[in-house]
């Protein structure tokens, strides 16, 4: 058995920043399934919110107008006191990644630089041309490594331990062994992403699978907020590719067949730059009335960039040029990039307070496996790489001023038994199953696309119901090839399908409750937002039976009544 004060679980932007936060004065162990900066923070493009006033359009800006555009782009359905702690950090945070070493863009005055993004009222997405997460991940991994954090990467992390309402560490699989060893913890922390992959299109990496989110549900830890799924406005047709908010930022185009910047008609003030809930509707009923352009890989709406010209293309958005040219063949310096939404963001996740701490005694979560909640109903673009840091480094000093931090004792026969759970599970899932697991997820994620998407009825999410439940059933069957323990990826993704389908199945509940229409979940069926009945968050919890059972929790209103959006 391995033994830390503090484990994280989680290379991203929230777990190394919440390690390099307690590191110097406790004993932490850091475990990643992938080396760090393979995590998914490195794929983000667009860049990081916050008020620094550098861009002459922003001079004015301040934390509260941040905190009033991330309400509003919630649909209200953020905790205010949550955001205003997110917003009132930001500065402070971007400039201590910069006083770390993270290269920004510059503007001529030496200043960082800043673009708009959507739902925003001033230009305050701080960038590093397209590959901000790239940039900012490196920084804070050269420092976590600097400071000597105890990492153990390709650790797969397949069961947590919560008994008698204390976390008492995980059960890993060391995939390079394929040896199976409980890790104790007094105190845990989550830092495990979001879970992208439970829909077929989505921008997301293939390790986004959100088994953290489903083994804190089955664990006992409950979830808040999970029929929010974001639908980013322009990805790549074909992979569903992500092509970043920047592109409108720097002033790109969304075009229907007739030639239309369509916008005009839903979102006149903020067009291309409402929030990505709004845009997303937009595109899909352009696409659905007839207005989108056919080609084998689907119908798409166009991302014209060619006005921005080949120098600003080259400076601000080589990376989407250069995706652009290798997976469709299109150089966005000569043609308009082809684009529909996909699942980008889980604004739902586990449930924890403004401090990061969930109910259960010495468990912690931040970043996208977490929902505090600061993005509501709704995200806005750049708020994401803020709330990692910002939530790791909070997190980093709740779990500090924890008096108990050194001395909670986790109960280590409960992580010995939670490991012959798992040693028979692996067992099970090695032995000759009906189901193999990769096809039962690609049914599992079609199927969420196609009935948990954008727009949502009654019928359909009954459907997905009944979907998920015959997929757990035939989940009981799944077997794997090959009964090797080290890097089987077959046996691992076989461990988190079953997270996956709780994942899911909490999705679709929440969605069929909820009656209403806010932010990112849209009933065509209920399409208006109601505040009286459902200004409350949601929170699943596994019932006895397996299901989730659903309750309510309050929202933080501090000072934003809420009102209609319009943009
Ligand atoms: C293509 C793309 C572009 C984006 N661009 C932007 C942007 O420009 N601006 C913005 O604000 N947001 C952006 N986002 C969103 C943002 O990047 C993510 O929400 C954020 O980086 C998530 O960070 P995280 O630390 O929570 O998790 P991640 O970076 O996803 O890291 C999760 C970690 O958990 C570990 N892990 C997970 N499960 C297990 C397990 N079972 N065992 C062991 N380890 C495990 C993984 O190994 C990984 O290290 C983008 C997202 C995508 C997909």
């Given at each position: 058995m391995i033994k830390h004060d503090i484990l994280i679980v989680g290379g991203g932007l929230t777990g190394l920043r919440a390690a390099v936060g307690l590191c110097d004065r406790f004993d932490v162990g850091l475990v990643s399934k992938v080396y760090p900066t393979r995590s998914h923070s490195i794929a983000a493009q667009g860049g990081i919110n916050a008020p620094l006033a550098n861009n002459p359009d922003s001079r004015d800006d301040t934390w509260e107008k941040h905190t009033f555009d991330t309400v509003k782009g919630s649909d209200y359905l953020a905790d205010q006191d949550a955001a205003e702690l997110m917003c009132r950090e930001a500065a402070p945070i971007v400039y201590e990644m910069e006083h770390w070493g993270c290269p920004f863009s510059r503007f001529a005055d030496g200043t960082i630089a800043q673009r708009p993004f959507g739902g925003a009222g001033y230009p305050r997405t701080c960038y590093s041309a397209d590959i901000t997460g790239h940039v900012l991940l490196n920084t804070l991994y050269e420092r976590a490594v600097a400071k000597g954090v105890k990492i153990y990467p390709e650790w797969f992390v397949t069961a947590l331990s919560i008994e008698a309402g204390q976390c008492h560490g995980v059960v890993v699989l060391d995939m390079r062994t394929g040896e199976l060893i409980p890790v104790a913890a007094g105190t845990t922390f989550f830092g495990t992403g979001g879970y992208g992959r439970v829909f077929q299109h989505s921008t997301n990496a293939l390790i986004n699978t959100g088994s953290g989110i489903g083994m804190a549900y089955a664990a006992g830890a409950p979830l808040k907020?999970?029929?929010?799924?974001?639908?980013?406005?322009?990805?790549?047709?074909?992979?569903?590719?992500?092509?970043?908010?920047?592109?409108?930022?720097?002033?790109?185009?969304?075009?229907?067949?007739?030639?239309?910047?369509?916008?005009?008609?839903?979102?006149?003030?903020?067009?291309?730059?409402?929030?990505?809930?709004?845009?997303?509707?937009?595109i899909q009923t352009e696409i659905n009335e007839g207005r989108g352009f056919e080609h084998p890989l689907g119908t798409y709406i166009q991302l014209d960039l060619r006005h921005l010209g080949a120098q600003k293309i080259q400076e601000r958005l080589c990376g989407i040029r250069q995706i652009s040219i290798d997976f469709v063949g299109v150089d966005p310096v000569d043609e308009p990039i082809p684009i529909r939404p996909a699942q980008h963001y889980s604004m739902g996740g586990i449930d924890v307070d403004i401090r990061c701490a969930s109910e259960v005694r010495g468990f912690y979560t931040g970043g996208e496996c977490s929902c505090v909640s600061v993005h509501g109903a709704n995200r806005l673009g750049g708020n994401s790489l803020l709330d990692t840091i910002v939530f790791g480094k909070v997190a980093s000093r709740t779990i500090g001023e924890d008096p108990e931090v050194r001395t909670r004792r986790p109960d280590e026969r409960a992580l010995l038994k939670l490991k012959e759970e798992v040693e028979r599970t692996l067992r099970k899932l090695a032995s000759p199953g009906s189901e193999r697991p990769a096809l039962l997820q690609a049914e599992l994620s079609a199927m969420m696309s196609e009935k948990v998407g954008i727009f949502r009825t009654r019928e359909e999410l009954t459907q997905a119901l009944q979907k998920v439940i015959e997929f757990k059933e035939r989940y009981r069957s799944v077997g794997v090839t090959s009964a090797a323990r080290h890097m089987n990826y077959e046996l691992t993704g076989a461990v988190e399908l079953g997270y996956m389908l709780e994942v899911a199945h909490t999705i679709v509940l929440g969605a069929i409750l909820r009656e209403e229409s806010r932010g990112s979940h849209f009933r065509l069926d209920f399409n208006t937002r109601n505040d009286a009945d459902w200004l409350k968050h949601t929170i699943a919890r596994m019932g006895s039976d397996g299901s989730p059972a659903i309750s309510f929790k309050e929202v933080t209103i501090t000072r934003y009544e809420p009102k209609e959006r319009k943009y």
């Amino acid at each position: 058995m391995i033994k830390h004060d503090i484990l994280i679980v989680g290379g991203g932007l929230t777990g190394l920043r919440a390690a390099v936060g307690l590191c110097d004065r406790f004993d932490v162990g850091l475990v990643s399934k992938v080396y760090p900066t393979r995590s998914h923070s490195i794929a983000a493009q667009g860049g990081i919110n916050a008020p620094l006033a550098n861009n002459p359009d922003s001079r004015d800006d301040t934390w509260e107008k941040h905190t009033f555009d991330t309400v509003k782009g919630s649909d209200y359905l953020a905790d205010q006191d949550a955001a205003e702690l997110m917003c009132r950090e930001a500065a402070p945070i971007v400039y201590e990644m910069e006083h770390w070493g993270c290269p920004f863009s510059r503007f001529a005055d030496g200043t960082i630089a800043q673009r708009p993004f959507g739902g925003a009222g001033y230009p305050r997405t701080c960038y590093s041309a397209d590959i901000t997460g790239h940039v900012l991940l490196n920084t804070l991994y050269e420092r976590a490594v600097a400071k000597g954090v105890k990492i153990y990467p390709e650790w797969f992390v397949t069961a947590l331990s919560i008994e008698a309402g204390q976390c008492h560490g995980v059960v890993v699989l060391d995939m390079r062994t394929g040896e199976l060893i409980p890790v104790a913890a007094g105190t845990t922390f989550f830092g495990t992403g979001g879970y992208g992959r439970v829909f077929q299109h989505s921008t997301n990496a293939l390790i986004n699978t959100g088994s953290g989110i489903g083994m804190a549900y089955a664990a006992g830890a409950p979830l808040k907020d999970m029929e929010f799924v974001q639908f980013h406005p322009t990805c790549l047709i074909g992979t569903s590719i992500l092509m970043t908010e920047g592109c409108r930022g720097e002033g790109g185009y969304l075009v229907n067949n007739q030639g239309e910047r369509f916008m005009q008609r839903y979102a006149p003030t903020a067009m291309e730059l409402a929030p990505r809930d709004i845009v997303s509707r937009c595109i899909q009923t352009e696409i659905n009335e007839g207005r989108g352009f056919e080609h084998p890989l689907g119908t798409y709406i166009q991302l014209d960039l060619r006005h921005l010209g080949a120098q600003k293309i080259q400076e601000r958005l080589c990376g989407i040029r250069q995706i652009s040219i290798d997976f469709v063949g299109v150089d966005p310096v000569d043609e308009p990039i082809p684009i529909r939404p996909a699942q980008h963001y889980s604004m739902g996740g586990i449930d924890v307070d403004i401090r990061c701490a969930s109910e259960v005694r010495g468990f912690y979560t931040g970043g996208e496996c977490s929902c505090v909640s600061v993005h509501g109903a709704n995200r806005l673009g750049g708020n994401s790489l803020l709330d990692t840091i910002v939530f790791g480094k909070v997190a980093s000093r709740t779990i500090g001023e924890d008096p108990e931090v050194r001395t909670r004792r986790p109960d280590e026969r409960a992580l010995l038994k939670l490991k012959e759970e798992v040693e028979r599970t692996l067992r099970k899932l090695a032995s000759p199953g009906s189901e193999r697991p990769a096809l039962l997820q690609a049914e599992l994620s079609a199927m969420m696309s196609e009935k948990v998407g954008i727009f949502r009825t009654r019928e359909e999410l009954t459907q997905a119901l009944q979907k998920v439940i015959e997929f757990k059933e035939r989940y009981r069957s799944v077997g794997v090839t090959s009964a090797a323990r080290h890097m089987n990826y077959e046996l691992t993704g076989a461990v988190e399908l079953g997270y996956m389908l709780e994942v899911a199945h909490t999705i679709v509940l929440g969605a069929i409750l909820r009656e209403e229409s806010r932010g990112s979940h849209f009933r065509l069926d209920f399409n208006t937002r109601n505040d009286a009945d459902w200004l409350k968050h949601t929170i699943a919890r596994m019932g006895s039976d397996g299901s989730p059972a659903i309750s309510f929790k309050e929202v933080t209103i501090t000072r934003y009544e809420p009102k209609e959006r319009k943009y």
